[in-house]
């Protein structure tokens, strides 16, 4: 069984920056991707950044475009969300999703992106974006 835990939220004041981690365990191979997504309260869920295990690619959306960065160690089992120069509107429950790597172009532009196909979740980790 699949099981994702992220880690690394907290308060942070806006210009700062947060690192987000996503524990994968119970994959047998490197192909799956890992797609990070944000609901802040009384909004949707939306779609932030998808990484492929398979060739490493990344994808971003355009609202953290230049200041969010995808990595990750795969000898860990782990994709990290580096988040820079943060702002108010950043702050949401950030989960992170596994699920096959050609859901990750979907993350482009300020494309709507869809959230049914993932087939595992977190439980979600809390940023906090304010002075």
């Known amino acids: 069984q699949v099981q994702l835990v992220e880690s690394g939220g907290g308060l942070v004041q806006p210009g700062g920056s947060l690192r987000l981690s996503c524990k994968a365990s119970g994959y047998t191979s490197d192909n799956y991707a890992i797609a990070w997504f944000r609901q802040a309260p009384g909004k949707r869920r939306e779609g932030v950044a998808c990484l492929s295990n398979s060739d490493d690619s990344t994808y971003y959306v355009d609202s953290v475009k230049g200041r969010f960065t995808l990595s990750a160690d795969k000898a860990k089992s782990t994709v990290y969300l580096q988040m820079n120069n943060l702002k108010p509107e950043d702050a949401a429950v950030y989960y992170c999703?596994?699920?096959?790597?050609?859901?990750?172009?979907?993350?482009?532009?300020?494309?709507?992106?869809?959230?049914?196909?993932?087939?595992?979740w977190g439980r979600g980790t809390q940023v906090t974006v304010s002075s």
């Open positions: 999703a596994a699920g096959e790597p050609i859901l990750c172009p979907d993350f482009y532009g300020d494309y709507d992106v869809p959230d049914g196909e993932y087939d595992y």
